[in-house]
T-cell receptor
């Protein structure tokens, strides 16, 4: 079967740095995406890694190691508005179907 | 950027009735649209993949006769929940993959609609 593992909840302080890990076991792999979802809202795209290494987009960075079937999302200079759920998702095939992790709820304290 | 709309944003219906949810790509053509459902505090579950002009591909465990999907044009896909029951109450989200994605977006594989919250009484 397909599975993605990520922590259910992470707590951090405003202004700090937090890393959300994701490990995956899937029959196919085109890339790893990260999405942010606020309560009651739809997912919004954050980043995508198809190759090993670090991708940086402003305060957010994402890392992928295909040999380890592992990736992480790094959020820097945390702001209260970053409180949300973060999902890793594997692109399975050329039809771009996404298999989703269960999500990590990020709680930010002042 | 690419915008996807959903209508209605929320709906309350009686058990046994049917509900249609529309998903539109507003400023791009979408060869593929995906339908998801999400229960509170849970992940998105892919229900079906819809390609324009062809029958939808349903994921295992999703009843195709209950969740009717029509992708009649490159900008519109509809999901009809037939004979809805309280257990069908959920957050339904669509996403669309632009035609010719590689031409202008290497990273955004899918663009999501705002979701439709369905409550069946």
């Amino acid at each position: 079967g397909q599975s993605l593992e990520q922590p259910s909840e992470v707590t951090a302080v405003e202004g700090a740095i937090v890393q959300i890990n994701c490990t995956y076991q899937t029959s196919g792999f085109y890339g790893l995406s990260w999405y942010q979802q606020h309560d009651g809202g739809a997912p919004t795209f954050l980043s995508y890694n198809a190759l090993d290494g670090l991708e940086e987009t402003g305060r957010f960075s994402s890392f992928l190691s295909r040999s380890d079937s592992y990736g992480y999302l790094l959020l820097q200079e945390l702001q209260m508005k970053d409180s949300a759920s973060y999902f890793c998702a594997v692109i399975m095939d050329s039809n771009y179907q996404l298999i989703w992790g269960a999500g990590t709820k990020l709680i930010i304290k002042p | 950027g690419a915008v996807v709309s959903q209508h209605p944003s929320w709906v309350i219906c009686k058990s046994g009735t049917s509900v249609k949810i529309e998903c539109r790509s507003l400023d791009f053509q979408a060869t593929t649209m995906f339908w998801y459902r999400q229960f509170p505090k849970q992940s998105l579950m892919l229900m079906a993949t819809s390609n324009e002009g062809s029958k939808a591909t349903y994921e295992q465990g999703v009843e195709k006769d209950k969740f009717l999907i029509n992708h009649a044009s490159l900008t519109l896909s509809t999901l009809t929940v037939t004979s809805a029951h309280p257990e069908d109450s959920s957050f339904y989200i669509c996403s669309a993959r632009p035609r010719g994605l590689a031409d202008w977006s290497s990273y955004n594989e899918q663009f999501f609609g705002p979701g439709t919250r369905l409550t069946v009484l």
